[in-house]
């Protein structure tokens, strides 16, 4: 077989990629339930190159640093999950939650 060289941005590569995991994609559930199928190409192959090109993207790609605990946090890039103590009900103000006994806890 013969080989090539090409030249590609780590950008271009990384979207190559993922076109061509799209299409196998395609190719392997997809296109098999269409009326009229023929099957054609050899998925295994494309997987294997596939996974040559994402081992390429991975060690190019430029690794992220995990954040440390504690730097870089600002009240303001906080989550707002619930409400400010201001907005909270004052105490003694909330509706009481029903409970119901369990049918076993009954008294006959």
Same mark, same amino acid.
């Given at each position: 077989? %013969? #080989?090539?060289?090409?030249?590609?941005?780590?950008?271009? $590569?990384?979207?190559? @990629?993922?076109?061509?995991? =799209?299409?196998?994609?395609?190719?392997?559930?997809?296109? +098999? &339930?269409?009326?009229?199928?023929? !099957?054609?190409?050899? /998925?295994?192959?494309?997987?294997? $190159? /596939?996974?040559?090109?994402?081992?390429?993207? =991975?060690?190019? #790609? +430029? %690794? &992220?640093?995990?954040?440390?605990?504690?730097?870089?946090?600002?009240?303001?890039?906080? #989550?707002?999950?619930?409400?400010?103590?201001?907005?909270?009900? +004052?105490?003694?103000?909330?509706? +009481? @939650?029903?409970?119901?006994?369990? !049918? #076993?806890?009954?008294?006959?």
């Amino acid at each position: 077989m %013969k #080989s090539m060289n090409l030249k590609l941005t780590l950008e271009e $590569l990384r979207l190559l @990629t993922t076109l061509a995991t =799209d299409q196998l994609f395609r190719k392997e559930f997809i296109d +098999p &339930k269409m009326p009229g199928y023929k !099957p054609n190409g050899d /998925v295994s192959l494309g997987k294997s $190159l /596939v996974g040559r090109l994402r081992l390429l993207v =991975d060690q190019s #790609s +430029p %690794k &992220k640093k995990a954040p440390t605990r504690g730097t870089g946090w600002r009240p303001e890039h906080a #989550s707002n999950n619930g409400p400010t103590p201001s907005e909270k009900a +004052p105490r003694g103000t909330e509706e +009481p @939650t029903a409970r119901r006994r369990r !049918p #076993s806890q009954e008294k006959v």
